[in-house]
């Protein structure tokens, strides 16, 4: 059966008169339309063709295909996006609030953050370059990575997670904006990813907590104590999942450290806590430290700390 505008071939015009010719070719498609309808036959258009001489010297009738042919298959039915899972009980509805150490920028921008900041209790840079490996991997990058696996875990949790940055601005954020990022956001916890740069034969992770200090913009009474328990519970949930063991070079083998004199903790109003993962300059520390797969062992035990603490 033939559904376009081809002429019929020779022999068949030949040996079929012109009112067989008309039988035929309308039969046929009355037929097809009988299957096809009603969805194939709201899509065709049927036109006689005469040259105004009399029935005998009718055409057989043309198919003409309209400009949009329906579609004989059924919509394709859209794939549903996928979406973080809601939390539920002591998770739902927090925040968490992940700074990663420093900028990769910070180095070709030592003017700018050497300029000083009001941390409360003094002034103090802006912010640092952070230090790198012997073979010249990058503090920053080291705690970006780390921060984003970490934002990860936490998310397929339920949790809302909120980075002080992610390398897209050109150095920076100075001190005082890092805490002041978890200040607004209402965190109710703050984590800030680092690593260490003293020297070789210091090993191991330790967690700095915040000393009870009062001037002018900083006042951390209210969060010493929970941001304790906080750092408490990363350090042994990163110990477990690491393998680390605390620095043997600070804490009296704790792996907790209490500062006064850093302004993201100063000037934080939410429980906030530095995690060092190890020290960079240590061979044994920069090939834990240079892993992928440490690093993802490294985010997991943060989040388990940091799920600890709020109670999940």
Known sequence: MRYDDSPPSPESASSVSPDRRWFTRRSGLAVGAAVLAPTLLAGWVLVQVTNGAGADDARPPRIVMPAATPSLTPASTPTPTA???????????????????????????????????????????????????????????????????????????????VLTHEADRAWGPCINERARIGNEAAADAVVSVHADGVSSGNRGYHVILPAKVKGGAADTAKIVGPSRDLGEKIGSNFARTTGSAPANYLGSGTGLVVRDDLGGLNLSTRPKVFIECGNMRDAKDAALLTSPEWRQKAAQGIADGIVGFLGG
Not at 105 to 121: A, P, Y
Not at 124 to 151: I, M, P, Q, W
């Open 83 to 161: 979406t973080a899972p809601e939390a539920k009980g002591p998770l739902a509805g927090k925040t968490v609030v992940i700074d990663p150490g420093h900028n990769t920028g910070n180095f070709q921008h030592t003017s700018e953050i050497d300029q000083k900041v009001d941390i409360g209790t003094t002034r103090k840079e802006c912010d640092t370059t952070g230090t790198t490996t012997n073979a010249g991997y990058k503090e920053a990058e080291f705690t970006l990575d780390v921060s984003r696996r970490l934002r990860t875990v936490l998310e397929a949790k339920g949790l809302k997670v």
